[in-house]
């Protein structure tokens, strides 16, 4: 059995995901938008920490798929999107994304709210991976939480977070146990951090996307 590192048990993390992160759906849609902009032709997908398949549902809605390909360590999730998905042309793969083998297969790779559980170091193998898995001018997109430059602003900033989830119907105890998670079960960085990274991998272009609140999208071209 493969375990979920996600906050939230399978089968209630599309409702409590909405009720924790600011702007969640507009993620998604930001990430159709570029892709659409920057790829014109039939594409192959890889959608790392898929979950139950939030990608995958606004790209075969939005985007030319040739294949879809979801990818997960939890089988709860691969087990839910299998369910969602199982007539589109897509493929289940649940693996750690420390393990992933692809090697110029993709046009595009997506992680939203993944790499943050990875430590700096593991993080920097995970975007080899994710470098070696597209193809030449392939596009990788990730959203992630990301760590404030001060330990002000990052009381600031996880207040904030606190009362947005207690305004979205969250217990001040469910509040209070999701933004004390920060360092010990998910380990943001700085977005200076995460930007150099994709920058030591060889990425040719990198660009914010998306910022707000605790969150940024960063897109990188290989």
Known sequence: MHNNISAFDSKEYDKKIVQTLPYYEEFYRQVIDVVKNYNNKKTMWLDVGCGTGKMAEFAFREIDIEKFVFCDNSDGMINIAKQRFYK???????????????????????????????????????????????????????????????????????????????????????????????????????????????HSVDFKAVEILWLSNMQVGILAIK
């Open 88 to 198: 589109y042309n897509a493929q289940f793969d649940i693996c750690d994304i420390l393990e992933l083998q692809y090697h110029k297969v993709f046009d595009v790779i997506t992680a939203i709210q993944v790499n943050h559980y990875f430590n700096k170091e593991e993080r920097i193998k995970c975007v080899h991976k994710y470098y070696n898995a597209l193809k030449p001018d392939g596009i990788y997109i990730s959203f992630e939480n990301f760590a404030p430059f001060s330990e002000i602003g990052k009381n600031l900033y996880l207040n904030r977070w606190k009362n947005y989830q207690l305004q979205q119907g969250k217990s001040l105890m469910e509040c209070e146990e999701h933004i004390s998670r920060y360092g010990k079960d998910y380990y943001p960085i700085s977005i200076t951090e995460q930007v150099d990274i994709m």
